[in-house]
């Protein structure tokens, strides 16, 4: 049974960082995506950045780009999100999400696991 679990999430003042953790279990992601979006109160699940399996090749949402790093370790499972210069508005649920196949897409449909979301909260 495949398991996506999202840790690292937290409290942090505007200006501040943040890592969060996915960590995969129960197949191996090692040449598929992974990606990270989130989900504000009352607004949808958007996207936030994805990394592709082989070649780590990236791409980021506009609104984070230049702040969010993501990045994965396969010998380990993990996919990270490291998040700097954090704002109000990056206050969300963050999802992990894997898609076994190769491919860069910031649909949330091409992904076929998804982990439960961390709570991230940035105060002003």
């Known amino acids: 049974q495949v398991q996506l679990v999202e840790s690292g999430g937290g409290l942090v003042q505007a200006g501040g960082s943040l890592r969060l953790s996915c960590v995969a279990s129960?197949?191996?992601?090692?040449?598929?995506?992974m990606a990270w979006f989130r989900q504000a109160p009352g607004k949808e699940r958007e996207f936030v950045a994805t990394?592709?399996?082989?070649?780590?090749?990236?791409y980021y949402a506009d609104s984070v780009k230049g702040r969010f790093t993501i990045s994965r370790d396969n010998a380990k499972s993990t996919v990270y999100l490291q998040m700097d210069s954090l704002r109000p508005e990056d206050t969300a649920v963050y999802f992990c999400?894997?898609?076994?196949?190769?491919?860069?897409?910031?649909?949330?449909?091409?992904?076929?696991?998804w982990g439960r979301g961390t709570q991230v909260t940035v105060s002003s």
């Open positions: 990394i592709s399996g082989v070649l780590s090749t990236t």
């Open positions: 999400a894997a898609r076994y196949y190769p491919g860069l897409y910031y649909q949330a449909h091409y992904y076929d696991y």
């Open positions: 129960g197949r191996t992601f090692s040449s598929g995506t």
